[in-house]
């Protein structure tokens, strides 16, 4: 569906994913847009059967079906309260397509931006409202409950001349509740004279209501206790399991919390367990098209996250990956997803603070100037002063890099041109395609890695887009013989080229670690750390998924460089977002750098994060020297 929406969408000039083409007719059209609306129609079973299995007690599902039923009397929250980005009648004029208008566009987004926090807050209280008032996993839970009771009979507390109140102790208000057969003839209250008659038609008293109540809401957590229970013992069967389990909540910084929510939000607790939030990625998604963290969010239409708060994500990737950061220990406030305009303009204020780069890092033999693609360097983003939080490069550890061969890094490279929020087109750029600039800087790394380390066999090449293609050792020699066999095209899906780096990093050290038949290979203490450099020229689809990963591992270090378009919001909102990532997981860093870049200036700004100390200017001069490779 998402590639049939990409296609109909390029095929009507639409260039932001969140707007669907339409075409209005009173006859039947077999035109692109129809077809993609048919399918939507063909997929609604399956939407119905994902929200009963995502939804929480309570919660109603709905779509943005209109072709069936009266839409005066859909559930969904969006249909009148959000305005059409084509504007007020825009299938006035018959056989014509109609286009977006970025001033209806923008106001659109305003009201959903508004409507998702106003939604989610709603939820959010509504089910924590339902979370049960006393403790699941207390044996004397009945007993609990009753002396939450407040009876109405009861008489108020008096209090003493000290200021303190004479009503009775928890125990012996429990014991008033339920008195004994002995006392409760004596103490019996004189009945109304209407009590006879109530009880006769079935009507309760207050206390009576009061207790049912209590009895119910026991059972439900009783219930409620065994869910949870029979569900951990289905999902990690032995003590392996749970340790393994353990270790990655620790490791991630969610014990407590996950501890916490157990006992005092079980409904929520038991909704998040089923969904695998307290443990890690199962191995076998990082190859699949489609697993659950790649399904799509679209409130508008439906779509459900698995968070209570599941408005106003793109996938339940990134949901889940947020609701981690939110709620790791030491975190500070909310660490909320910015919305799309909030994104779009911290990355105009980035991008307007590009300043030109050094110039003693001129080189005459960048690809830029061996292109001609135009004069000088482009103003580049500089990077925060590095600070080291990992323990500097051992001779141990393992050097790799993994190269994005997307379609993309073959593409002519052009930047989108804005009419406030809606992209109404692309401008070329004048700047080396992506690949060119990607090999220099695998050359450039390479070379200064072998003259620091002193070895000469090269590092291990894994290329990905769709698939990963493990492409052999690079060297200063081997570099352009290799290169030929780097094939682009395809998408951009990182936990590819991710699970083929691990299984080559595990093969070299299997001895030093445990491989779990769902989670894949586990470090052990001795495993030596792998050290990846990862370039990337956007946002992989699955870039979510690879970061939460990325968060429960500490025998990894990645250090990114972004390549990006001269004046493209898209690349600085990219940047943005793996600077939030690199905050908070200081496993990860990035460099980043648009249009005709200064390479030995990214090279050296790469080796500081890779090797984790600041090589010093003269350190990096010496790395530069051509190795002495050996025949």
Request: hydrophobic letters at 35%; proline letters at 6%; glycine letters at 6%.
């Amino acid at each position: 569906m998402q590639q049939m929406l990409q296609t109909v969408q390029y095929q009507y000039r639409i260039y932001n994913s969140d707007i669907e083409p339409e075409h209005d007719t009173d006859y039947y059209c077999s035109c692109a847009i129809h077809q993609y609306k048919m399918a939507k129609y063909r997929r609604y079973g399956v939407q119905e059967m994902w929200s009963k299995a995502v939804m929480y007690p309570g919660e109603h599902s709905y779509n943005d079906n209109q072709m069936t039923g009266i839409a005066l009397f859909t559930r969904n929250p969006y249909q009148f309260r959000v305005n059409s980005v084509y504007g007020y009648n825009a299938f006035a004029v018959r056989f014509s397509m109609p286009r977006p208008v970025p001033s209806w566009h923008a106001r659109a987004i305003h009201q959903t931006i508004d409507l998702n926090n106003s939604l989610n807050r709603e939820v959010q209280q509504s089910i924590d409202a339902k979370e049960p008032k006393h403790s699941i996993w207390e044996d004397n839970a009945l007993e609990a409950a009753m002396t939450n009771l407040s009876i109405g009979d009861r008489k108020p507390s008096v209090a003493n001349d000290k200021g303190i109140s004479t009503d009775k102790a928890p125990s012996e208000k429990r014991q008033s509740l339920v008195p004994s057969t002995a006392s409760r003839t004596a103490e019996q209250p004189k009945l109304s004279r209407f009590s006879s008659f109530r009880k006769s038609l079935g009507i309760k008293s207050s206390e009576e209501r009061a207790v049912s109540k209590a009895h119910k809401a026991v059972d439900k957590g009783n219930s409620l206790r065994d869910d949870i229970m029979a569900e951990e013992e289905a999902r990690w069967p032995d003590e392996q399991w749970r340790g393994l389990v353990s270790n990655y909540q620790e490791k991630v910084g969610m014990t407590r919390m996950i501890s916490n929510l157990r006992a005092r939000k079980p409904i929520q607790y038991l909704h998040l367990l089923r969904a695998g939030y307290f443990e890690p990625i199962p191995v076998a998604w990082a190859t699949q098209a489609s697993n659950p963290l790649k399904f799509s969010i679209e409130a508008a239409a439906g779509w459900r996250g698995i968070t209570p708060a599941w408005r106003g994500y793109e996938d339940t990737a990134e949901e889940r990956l947020y609701w981690v950061l939110n709620h790791r220990e030491g975190s500070v406030g909310m660490r909320m997803k910015p919305d799309f305009i909030s994104e779009l303009n911290m990355a105009r204020e980035r991008m307007a603070r590009a300043v030109e780069p050094p110039p003693l890092y001129y080189a005459a033999d960048d690809v830029c100037h061996l292109q001609h693609t135009s004069k000088g360097y482009s103003p580049q983003v500089m990077p925060p002063p590095y600070v080291a939080y990992d323990r500097p490069e051992q001779a141990s550890d393992d050097t790799m890099i993994l190269l994005d061969v997307s379609g993309s890094m073959d593409f002519d490279p052009q930047r989108p041109v804005y009419e406030q929020y809606l992209v109404t087109g692309f401008a070329p750029s004048t700047q080396p395609k992506n690949k060119d600039v990607a090999k220099s800087i695998i050359g450039r790394f390479a070379d200064a890695m072998a003259n620091h380390d002193h070895q000469n066999t090269g590092y291990d090449l894994t290329t990905f887009s769709t698939q990963a293609s493990y492409i052999g050792p690079i060297n200063h020699q081997s570099l352009d013989s290799l290169w030929r066999k780097v094939r682009f095209g395809g998408g951009t899906r990182v936990m590819t080229g991710w699970q083929k780096v691990k299984d080559l990093h595990f093969q070299k050290h299997s001895e030093s670690a445990v491989h779990h038949p769902v989670y894949g290979w586990q470090a052990g203490p001795s495993t030596p750390m792998l050290r990846l450099l990862l370039l990337l020229d956007g946002e992989a689809t699955d870039m979510d998924e690879f970061e939460l990963d990325l968060l429960g591992l500490s025998w990894a270090h990645v250090t990114i460089f972004l390549i990006g378009v001269d004046g493209c919001p898209h690349h600085h909102r990219h940047a943005n977002e793996l600077q939030r990532i690199s905050d908070v997981n200081h496993h990860v860093s990035f460099v980043d750098a648009q249009g005709n870049c200064p390479e030995r200036f990214v090279t050296h700004e790469l080796l500081k994060r890779h090797l984790g100390y600041d090589v010093s200017m003269r350190e990096f001069e010496e790395m530069e020297e051509l190795p002495a490779y050996q025949e």
